[in-house]
Nanobody, 116 residues
Framework: QVQLVESGGGLVQAGGSLRLSCAAS????????MGWYRQAPGKQRELVGL???????TYGDSVKGRLSISWDKDKNTVSLRLNSLQLEDAAIYYC??????????WGQGTQVTVSS
């Protein structure tokens, strides 16, 4: 099992930056993918950004050019910085990990509210 605990989030001003972190614990040595998804009210969960152990980074279309994501494998932590926040970035942000190419894990989510 893998446990994911997010930190950060809360109220952020439009035009500002959002920083989130996610710490993984448990069976972390076989995690292949870590990253973030988000879900706004009434919408489906969407990709924010993912990193693989192979070095591939995938960005969601709505955050391209604004997102920086990093994975500290020694600390089992993935971090996100989203710049130029828009009202549309308000959502619950979920940390995600995939282990052994097949097992998916999710954090409990952290609420992000964007004020105008």
């Amino acid at each position: 099992q893998v446990q994911l605990v997010e930190s950060g989030g809360g109220l952020v001003q439009a035009g500002g930056s959002l920083r989130l972190s996610c710490a993984a614990s448990g069976i972390t040595d076989s995690i292949n993918v870590m990253g973030w998804y988000r879900q706004a009210p009434g919408k489906q969960r969407e990709l924010v950004g993912l990193l693989t152990t192979g070095g591939t980074t995938t960005y969601g279309d709505s955050v391209k050019g604004r997102l920086s994501i990093s994975w500290d494998k020694d600390k089992n932590t993935v971090s996100l910085r989203l710049n130029s926040l828009q009202l549309e970035d308000a959502a619950i942000y979920y940390c995600h990990a995939r282990r052994a190419h097949r097992y998916n894990y999710w954090g409990q989510g952290t609420q992000v509210t964007v004020s105008s």
